[in-house]
């Protein structure tokens, strides 16, 4: 046969063909739809059509919020409840108020007209589950779960689902979730659908919608998910591969592309470059509350001006005319510009526009031992690019068009020629991401690490010995709810975080050593580096933990219990893809 190639035109054809197929990397592969998106005015359609698409299928709508407690407010359209719950926030006077006004006044509280009502946190969409090292809360519901959420809504095979949400915070994120973990278990790809711009959308093209708690009388079924295909659990990263990936430099070194979805980017980490009379030298305190003609108050979190003794708290400082009288320079609001920064920036510690992609860190809102990035991670705005959320939609909360988005993500370094990993708090937000860069874009290699930052802040084999590195009090000094962005965090404290080298912390502003006094071997991994992960990050602080120095214990420092309790297997000794294992072999009962 060698002789034969050879003799022939079509061996350097044939070599060619044999050698890329051994050497060419083996990366997962899905299908993207193109067409799961779906029109209001299609559904409108369809539910004229006595909830009949024109092939004749169910269509089934549902409408997914995080928690159960959203059905009296969101999905109820109650507006009383949904405005009191937002002054009890932030005031009858905050932007979230105005927010809640205008949909009223637009007929957008409410939900679609037969959708049925899920809890996407506890409704079996997500579960607390074991990748081997750590048990983790918000990972894909496993086979079992899902079944049964399914069978309790009564889906069968046969169905168009068509995804959406009441809640307007955060637009579509609980209906992509969905969207991707039917799509994990194998649910036909065609009938699932997620409805552009949620229930917004629907009514600001001029439909009703519907007020009350009541949803249809269901029918429960004996759909399981073990019986579809073909399945796509390659589209999550277990810990396993995370951690493989970050220790063979991939996600550093343009191999991959990880993308950190946590929002916004907010600066937190605050320089201290000036006394408190304006001059160089640290003095301990950030300059951002050493502005000039005000002092600050450390207990209440409140600045006084020196001329009339007016008092303004910190977000009022940023966003507020009235704090300012044109004498202290502001950061003007742009929901567009995100997070609405304006560079340069003294009192942020920013002198100059930013080159770097990681000039602003992500601020977890979950329970987290620690701050920071996995290492290697892009941010969702940069000053040089900005694909935060409200770039990707528009007023109605739609999505962008498939080449507003490309130019979009582009602009990023995405544009489908290298795989593409997402992460943010729970994978709620990644799904977002997904969905766009899958279904929209058409970007094939397009996977979630679903653990995110809930599993990988709480995997540390290391704590803190004093209060060096420890940021507590995090203040949100622009609110977010109801719509989400802007927001901005701040963390009371110095300016001193961590960087790993290779072999020991680095405090990133002396570059200096972190001593044994400061940093110590514990917290929930009790110093076993395998599976410990703050060493696989970027620019980490420590969150407050529980207890001062108790030897039961392995976090040493704190009064305001951030923490939280997790349960860990520090010795556990196999792979950290239990998920992955359970679910490829999930068969029927």
């Known amino acids: ?204 093209a001029g439909y ?92 209440n979190k409140l600045f006084t001006r020196h001329s009339d003794k007016a008092v303004f708290n910190l977000s009022e400082m940023f966003f507020a005319a009235a704090a300012n009288d044109g004498k202290v320079p502001r950061a003007p609001f742009d929901m567009k510009v995100n997070p609405p920064i304006q560079f340069p920036n003294p009192y942020l510690g920013i002198h100059s526009t930013p080159t770097v992609d990681h000039f602003a860190i992500p601020i977890s809102i979950k329970s987290a031992a620690f701050e920071g990035i996995i290492k290697g991670a892009h941010l969702t705005k940069t000053a040089v690019y900005n694909i935060t959320v409200p770039m990707l939609v528009g007023p109605d909360n739609r999505f962008k068009s498939k080449t507003e988005l490309l130019a979009l993500f582009a602009k990023a370094g995405i544009d489908g020629t290298k795989p593409v990993i997402l992460y943010c708090n729970s994978g709620a937000l990644s799904s977002f991401y997904f969905y766009a860069l899958h279904e929209i874009c058409g970007f094939t290699n397009v996977r979630i690490y679903d653990g995110s930052w809930m599993e990988w802040s709480n995997l540390t084999a290391f704590e803190p010995a004093d209060t060096t590195y420890v940021r507590k009090d995090n203040q949100l000094v622009y609110p977010g709810y109801p719509a989400m962005m802007p927001a901005l965090y701040v963390f009371d404290g110095m300016n001193n975080y961590l960087e790993w080298n290779g072999k020991e912390f680095i405090n990133a502003a002396t570059g200096k050593p972190a001593p044994a006094s400061q940093v110590k071997p514990g917290g929930s991994l009790m110093g076993n580096l395998r599976w410990d992960t703050i060493h696989r990050s970027e620019h980490v602080v420590f969150r407050p933990s529980a207890t001062i120095n108790d030897p039961t214990r392995y976090q040493t420092y704190n009064k305001d219990t951030d923490w939280p309790e997790v349960n860990t297997t520090p010795d556990y000794n196999g792979n950290a893809d239990k998920i992955m294992a359970e679910d490829r072999s999930y068969r029927l009962q």
């Open 1 to 204: 046969m060698d002789i034969f190639l050879k003799r022939t035109k079509l061996f350097p054809i044939i070599l060619f063909f044999l050698l890329f197929c051994v050497i060419r990397p083996v990366l997962p592969v899905q299908a993207a739809s193109g067409d799961s998106l779906i029109e209001p005015a299609q559904l409108k359609q369809w539910l004229d059509n006595g909830s009949r698409t024109e092939k004749g299928e169910r269509v089934v709508v549902i409408d997914v919020t995080p928690n159960q407690s959203e059905k009296d407010s969101w999905f109820a359209g109650d507006t009383e409840a949904v405005k009191q719950m937002t002054v009890r926030k932030f005031g009858e006077h905050s932007p979230q108020y105005e927010l809640i006004l205008q949909l009223d006044r637009k007929g957008a509280l409410g939900h679609i007209p037969g959708a049925l009502y899920l809890a996407s946190h506890s409704g079996g969409e997500v579960a607390v589950r074991s990748e081997g090292p750590i048990k983790t809360e918000h990972e894909v519901a496993d086979g079992a779960q899902f079944d049964a959420m399914l069978q309790g809504l009564g889906i069968t095979p046969d169905d168009v689902l068509v995804l959406t949400s009441s809640q307007q915070n955060p637009w579509m994120v609980c209906g992509a979730r969905l969207w991707w973990t039917l799509y994990y278990w194998g649910f036909p790809q065609e009938k699932i659908k997620l409805l552009d711009g949620s229930n917004k959308g629907y009514a600001f």
């Open 208 to 299: 009703p919608l519907e007020k009350g708690t009541k949803t249809p009388t269901v029918t429960p079924s004996k759909i399981s998910v073990a019986g579809l295909t073909p399945k796509h659990l390659d589209v999550r990263v277990s810990l396993e591969e995370m951690i493989s990936l970050v220790d063979t430099n991939k996600t550093s070194n343009g191999d991959i592309y990880l993308l950190d979805n946590r929002q916004p980017p907010a600066a937190f980490y605050l320089k201290d470059e000036l006394n408190k009379d304006g001059a160089a030298g640290s003095d301990g305190v950030p300059d951002l509350y050493q502005v000039p003609g005000f002092s600050y108050n450390p207990v």
